[in-house]
């Protein structure tokens, strides 16, 4: 059974991995501590999205798969 508090959980994810993704292809720095201030959570979770989101481009052949992540610190 999905809760309330768990579709939130689940949206704010998705909402944080958004903003990463957006940052990264504006060729923006992405700054973990910045962005757990943010969002309100622990940096390691800001990896786990940054590792989600390289995950999903290593696994994909698509003239995305180029995106730098270069700019994350």
Do not use: W
């Not at 943010?38 to 979770?45: A, I, M, Q, T």
Request: glycine share 2%.
């Amino acid at each position: 059974m999905v809760t309330k508090r768990t579709e939130e959980i689940k949206n704010d994810k998705i909402q944080r991995i958004l903003g990463i993704y957006t940052k990264l292809m504006d060729g923006k720095t992405v700054n973990k501590q910045e962005i757990a201030a943010r969002y309100n959570v622990h940096p390691r979770s800001i990896q786990r999205d940054i590792k989600d989101i390289t995950d999903f481009f290593r696994t994909r052949r698509t003239k995305y798969r180029c995106l730098q992540l270069c700019h994350i610190r």
